[in-house]
T-cell receptor
Framework: GNSVTQMEGPVTLSEEAFLTINCTYT??????LFWYVQYPGEGLQLLLK?????DKGSNKGFEATYRKETTSFHLEKGSVQVSDSAVYFC???????????????FGKGTKLSVKP | GAGVSQSPRYKVAKRGQDVALRCDPI?????LFWYQQALGQGPEFLTY????????KSGLPSDRFFAERPEGSVSTLKIQRTQQEDSAVYLC????????????FGPGTRLLVL
């Protein structure tokens, strides 16, 4: 079945460092791909998404490109801030059936801590 | 507020008790999802509603889990005869349409079964 694998954390970086969080997926067909973020004490929020191959999602300085050839959707940011400290989840939209219209399949999450 | 709300935010239950978790989706959103998030894991799909119709319940872990959305708005997830392995955060998400769009998540209900 469909699945998502993302790098395990925690990841600790200094402010202004470059961030990469790896995410690969297994899916039949062509799912949409997402990055969600969960800030401390808050609910899941959509960070960015891409709906087809070679699409690049971007938001708040974060980027991820849908790579069909490598089945990847790695999250990157050029210069992280303390306020980026959160748990990041990679997810795909499962169009596999059962009547659902896009329930999400998540990775396990990667906790990012950014130190000043 | 305009977001998804869930209640209670925290629930402690003794093993064997029944619990009911409520989700108020964004007004007018057609689709509603329930997910279960165990500690240190990503959310896992439980069930999906389109208006009042439960179209997919393939993720419900046992027949002790039951969900409803009788008027196509508020939804309730009920767990009967709770077990310790039911301890998790239960997340609700709503989506405006019927096909794949952005899902908006509530803050979750943290259930602890003792």
């Amino acid at each position: 079945g469909n699945s998502v694998t993302q790098m395990e954390g925690p990841v600790t970086l200094s402010e202004e460092a470059f961030l990469t969080i790896n995410c690969t997926y297994t899916a039949t067909g062509y799912p949409s791909l997402f990055w969600y973020v969960q800030y401390p004490g808050e609910g899941l929020q959509l960070l960015l998404k891409a709906t087809k191959a070679d699409d690049k999602g971007s938001n708040k300085g974060f980027e991820a490109t849908y790579r069909k050839e490598t089945t990847s959707f790695h999250l990157e940011k050029g210069s992280v801030q303390v306020s980026d400290s959160a748990v990041y989840f990679c997810a795909l939209s499962d169009r596999g059936g059962g009547g659902s219209q896009g329930n999400l399949i998540f990775g396990k999450g990667t906790k990012l801590s950014v130190k000043p | 507020g305009a977001g998804v709300s869930q209640s209670p935010r925290y629930k402690v239950a003794k093993r064997g008790q029944d619990v009911a978790l409520r989700c108020d989706p964004i007004s007018g959103h057609v689709s509603l999802f329930w997910y279960q998030q165990a500690l240190g894991q990503g959310p896992e799909f439980l069930t999906y509603f389109q208006n009042e119709a439960q179209l997919d319940k393939s993720g419900l872990p046992s027949d002790r889990f039951f969900a409803e959305r009788p008027e196509g708005s508020v939804s309730t997830l009920k767990i009967q005869r709770t077990q310790q392995e039911d301890s998790a955060v239960y997340l609700c998400a709503s989506m405006r349409g019927r096909i794949e769009e952005t899902q908006y998540f509530g803050p979750g209900t943290r259930l602890l079964v003792l």
